[in-house]
């Protein structure tokens, strides 16, 4: 159950776009399209803004998006915006009924 | 929709159990999971249960250590923990499961946390 890897910290500016990636391995990310991403803003909850690899829930915007290549999912944020600032975490099914989540990215918007 | 109770602060070695009061849903429909975060770190998550309480999963960290129930006749989830360590220190979040009765879909409606610390 090791933690699935992701970039400390991502920046961009207003109206671009970014990219966080999550790196697993072979049992979990690259082996399920099982990967959900979770946005937290400092003192609340997380939320969740993507599952099963690319699937929006209701009412989270259309400029979140979620894919995956190989062993490693990404959460795509376009035309960015000053609320998306906040910690980013992935978490994927690893086999065996378990769940890792990722280390965390915290997205600045310039 | 979820309301977590229970934390507090609890010395090393001792137990604790937390709740998680579920309203408006179909409770009994939904596995739930349980998830951690230390202070100043990230997500780890904890343990989960199926939606009938038939299955019952759990994080190496907490294994042998910590049991997940539920009772769908009072919508209420719980995690018993005991030999609580000073690593359990954390807020201790509960979730449902976007994949009714499976836990592994993704979580999409969460609780606003209980802080449990372990400490001497």
């Known amino acids: 159950q090791s933690a699935l890897t992701q970039p400390a910290s991502v920046s961009g500016s207003p109206g671009q776009s970014i990219t966080i990636s999550c790196t697993g391995t072979?049992?979990?990310?690259?082996?399920?399209?099982?990967v959900s991403w979770y946005q937290q803003h400092p003192g609340e909850a997380p939320k969740m803004m993507i599952y099963e690899g690319s699937k929006r829930p209701s009412g989270v915007s259309i400029r979140f998006s979620g894919s995956k290549s190989g062993n490693t999912a990404s959460l795509t944020i376009s035309g960015l915006q000053a609320e998306d600032e906040a910690d980013y975490y992935c978490?994927?099914?690893?086999?065996?009924?378990?769940?890792?989540f990722g280390g965390g990215t915290k997205l600045t918007v310039l | 929709q979820l309301l977590e109770s229970g934390g507090g602060l609890v010395y090393p070695g001792g137990s604790l159990r937390l709740s998680c009061a579920a309203s408006r849903f179909t409770f009994s429909s939904y596995a739930m999971n349980w998830v951690r975060q230390a202070p100043g770190k990230g997500l780890k998550w904890v343990s989960s249960?199926?939606?009938?309480?038939?299955?019952?999963y759990y994080a190496d960290s907490v294994k042998g250590r910590f049991t997940i129930s539920r009772d769908n006749s009072k919508n209420t989830l719980y995690l018993q923990m005991n030999s609580l360590r000073a690593e359990d220190t954390a807020v201790y979040y509960c979730?449902?499961?976007?994949?009714?009765?499976?836990?592994?879909?993704?979580?999409?409606?969460w609780g606003q946390g209980t802080t449990v610390t372990v400490s001497s």
């Open positions: 249960i199926s939606g009938s309480g038939g299955g019952t």
């Open positions: 072979s049992s979990d990310v690259g082996s399920y399209n099982l």
């Open positions: 978490c994927s099914y690893a086999g065996s009924s378990t769940l890792v």
């Open positions: 979730a449902s499961s976007v994949g009714g009765h499976y836990h592994y879909y993704g979580m999409d409606v």
